[in-house]
C-alpha cells in the first residue's frame, strides 16, 4: 500500500478471513500454550470464534467499518466460550464505536479503533502491561503502530512493523507471572510460558499486516 492509501472495508473483510485460517491453522499450537497454564480451550475457542466471524461476514458482503466490527463483536461473543469471547467481543464492539459508516478508513482512523479495543480489553479484564496477558502485545504493537504513521510510512510498513512489535510482546510473557486470568492461580509456576492470549492476539494482528502486505511476505504459521 502507498502512502496515504486508504484501508477499505473489503480489506477489513480479508484481514479478518485471514485471522480466522492463521487461528485455525494454530489452533493446536494455542491448545498447548493453554494446556501449561490454562484450560487448554483457548485454541478450540478461537478457532470457532473465528470461523463463525468469517461465515458471517461472507453471508453479509459490503458492511460498512462500524457494522462489521460490530457484527464481529457479538459473533464472537455469541460463539467463543470463557474469557476470550467477552474479552476479544467487546475488543470489536468498542472499535466499531469510533468508526463510522464509512466504506474506508485512513491508518490512524484504524489506529484509533485498534487503541479502542485494546482499551475495552483493559476495561474488562483489568490487566496492564507486564500482567501476562493478551495486553503484553496489543500496547506495544500500537505504541509502534502510532509512531509509524506519524512518521509517515505507508500503511502497510507500519501494520507489519505493529505486527513485529506484537509478536516481540508475545515472546516477552515467557519470563512473566501471571497476574490476571486463571494463569494467576499458578503463581510462579506461570513462568517460563508463553502467553496464549498475546499469542493469539499476535496472530490477529499478523493477519492484518499479511492483509496489507505483498503475497511474498505472507506465511502461515508461527516461526
Excluded at 494446556?35 to 453479509?60: M, T, Y
Excluded at 490512524?108 to 479503533?113: T, Y
Excluded at 475495552?120 to 500482567?131: E, H, P, S
Aim: aromatic share 4%.
Amino acid at each position: 500500500m502507498e502512502r496515504g492509501a486508504m484501508i477499505t472495508t473489503a480489506q477489513l473483510e480479508a484481514w479478518l478471513q485471514r485471522a480466522a485460517a492463521l487461528l485455525d491453522e494454530n489452533r493446536e499450537y494455542l491448545t498447548e500454550l493453554d494446556a501449561a497454564i490454562g484450560d487448554a480451550d483457548h485454541g478450540a475457542n478461537i478457532a470457532r470464534g473465528f470461523s463463525a466471524v468469517a461465515q458471517k461476514l461472507a453471508a453479509q458482503p459490503g458492511q460498512s467499518a462500524s457494522a462489521l466490527f460490530k457484527t464481529t463483536g457479538m459473533t464472537l461473543m455469541s460463539s467463543v466460550g470463557g474469557a476470550s469471547g467477552m474479552l476479544y467481543g467487546n475488543f470489536f464492539l468498542k472499535a466499531a464505536g469510533v468508526v463510522g459508516d464509512q466504506d474506508a478508513l485512513r491508518g490512524d482512523e484504524l489506529l484509533a479503533a485498534l487503541e479502542a479495543g485494546r482499551d475495552g480489553i483493559v476495561q474488562r479484564g483489568r490487566a496492564a502491561l507486564g500482567d501476562k496477558t493478551m495486553i503484553d502485545a496489543w500496547t506495544p504493537a500500537l505504541l509502534v503502530l502510532k509512531a509509524a504513521l506519524a512518521a509517515g510510512q505507508p500503511a502497510a510498513t507500519a501494520f507489519r512493523a505493529c505486527a513485529t512489535a506484537a509478536e516481540q510482546g508475545m515472546r516477552d510473557t515467557l519470563p512473566l507471572q501471571a497476574r490476571k486470568g486463571r494463569a494467576s492461580y499458578l503463581g510462579e509456576r506461570s513462568v517460563g510460558h508463553q502467553d496464549p492470549g498475546a499469542t493469539s492476539s499476535y496472530l490477529i494482528l499478523r493477519a492484518l499486516a499479511d492483509t496489507l502486505a505483498a503475497p511474498s511476505e505472507v506465511s502461515k504459521t508461527i516461526s
